[in-house]
C-alpha cells in the first residue's frame, strides 16, 4: 500500500511500517492473568519456574526470531552464539517481563537494585526541571522507577503509540485495577501539548528511542559493527522543545538483580533553529553509541527479535 512505502521528507528518509509492528504478540491477555494469578499469589520464586518452560517454547518455536538473535549476539558478543546464549537472551526477556508484575505494584523490596548516575535526573528535579528519559528495549524500563522511592515526588509520564499504551493498560488491569500510569499517547493531535505540559511541571518523560513505529524519518548510524537506522522522531520532538535529554536503563544481572543508570545524553536548551538539525543528528549517534556499549557490556539485556539493520529499499519499506 502506499502508505507503508518508504519516503523521502524534507530530504531524510521516512520508514514504513515496520516489520515487528505487523506480527502480532505471542501472548495473550488470557495467559498474562494467568501468569499474574500464580506469580502474586503464590510468589516471585514460584512464579519465576514457568519462565523456563515458556522461554524454551519461544526458543523452539520462533524460528524468525531466532535468526534475528543470532545476528545480534553474533555482533554483541563478537563470536557465534551457542544455542545456550540464545536461550539466555530469551530467557533474560520473560524474566523482565514476569518482574513486570511486581515492579508495576511497586513491590521494590523484592529486588536488589544498583543506581548509577542519580545525580543526572535528581538535580534536575531539585531545581524544578523537567527532561526527556530516553530508553531502548533494553532491560526493564520499569525498574528505572525506582529513583522515585529516593527522590519523592518524582514523577514520570511515559509516551508511547496507543497500540502500546493498550497492551500496558491491559497489564495494569491484569495485575491491579486500582493501579495508573501516565501515560500519553503519541499520534494524536494534542501529544505534543500534553508533553509540553508535563515538562513545564517539572516533570519526567520517558520514551523508547530505538524502534520505528510507522512512517518516521531516521538516522543512518553505525551499531555493533554494521549501519543501522534510528529513528530521530522523539530526538526532534526534544529538539523542538528545547528539552534536555537522559538516557536510562535497567540493566537485568540475573536472579533478582537489577542495574539502573543514568546518563546525559544531549541538551537542546541552547540549540539555535539554523543548527537544531545537526545537534539533533549528533544526539541519535551518541545514543547509539550508548546503547552499543550497554550491548556490549550486558549482551543478554536488549530485546530486540527482528532485523534491526535491515536497510530500506527505495521505494519499499523502511528499517524495523
Not at 539485556?301 to 521505494?315: L, S
Amino acid at each position: 500500500m502506499a502508505a507503508d512505502r518508504a519516503k523521502v521528507r524534507d530530504g531524510a528518509p521516512v520508514a514504513g511500517r515496520p516489520d515487528w509492528v505487523a506480527r502480532p504478540e505471542r501472548g495473550t491477555t488470557t495467559m498474562l492473568r494467568v501468569m499474574t494469578v500464580i506469580s502474586l499469589r503464590l510468589g516471585r520464586r514460584a512464579g519465576r519456574i514457568l519462565l523456563y518452560g515458556i522461554s524454551a517454547y519461544f526458543f523452539l518455536f520462533a524460528p524468525t526470531a531466532r535468526v534475528h538473535m543470532r545476528q545480534y549476539l553474533r555482533r554483541a558478543l563478537g563470536r557465534d552464539p551457542t544455542p545456550l546464549d540464545r536461550y539466555r537472551l530469551i530467557l533474560a526477556f520473560a524474566s523482565t517481563i514476569h518482574d513486570r508484575l511486581y515492579l508495576i505494584g511497586e513491590r521494590f523490596e523484592l529486588f536488589d537494585i544498583s543506581l548509577e548516575g542519580e545525580e543526572v535526573v535528581a538535580k534536575r528535579f531539585q531545581r524544578g526541571e523537567g527532561a526527556f528519559l530516553m530508553g531502548a528495549h533494553l532491560g526493564s524500563f520499569e525498574v528505572t522507577r525506582a529513583i522515585g522511592r529516593r527522590q519523592p515526588g518524582l514523577r514520570v509520564a511515559m509516551a508511547m503509540y496507543q497500540d502500546n499504551a493498550r497492551k500496558l493498560n491491559a497489564t495494569l488491569a491484569a495485575v491491579n485495577p486500582n493501579l495508573s500510569v501516565d501515560i500519553i499517547a503519541l499520534g494524536t493531535m494534542d501529544s505534543m501539548l500534553q508533553i509540553r505540559s508535563r515538562l513545564d511541571a517539572g516533570q519526567f518523560v520517558g520514551l523508547l528511542g530505538d524502534r520505528t513505529f510507522g512512517p518516521e524519518r531516521y538516522e543512518r548510524v553505525p551499531f555493533l559493527g554494521a549501519p543501522a537506522y534510528f529513528p530521530s522522531s522523539a530526538m526532534r520532538v526534544a529538539a523542538a522543545l528545547r528539552c534536555p535529554v537522559i538516557f536510562m536503563t535497567g540493566l537485568y544481572r540475573g536472579a533478582n538483580r537489577y542495574h539502573v543508570v543514568f546518563e546525559e545524553l544531549a541538551d537542546f536548551s541552547a540549540a539555535t533553529a539554523g543548527h537544531r538539525e545537526d545537534a539533533v543528528r549528533a544526539a541519535i549517534h551518541r545514543y547509539a553509541a550508548v546503547l552499543e556499549r550497554h550491548c556490549a557490556s550486558d549482551p543478554f539485556n536488549w530485546f530486540n527479535f527482528f532485523d534491526f539493520w535491515h536497510e530500506p529499499a527505495p521505494g519499499g519499506a523502511g528499517p524495523s
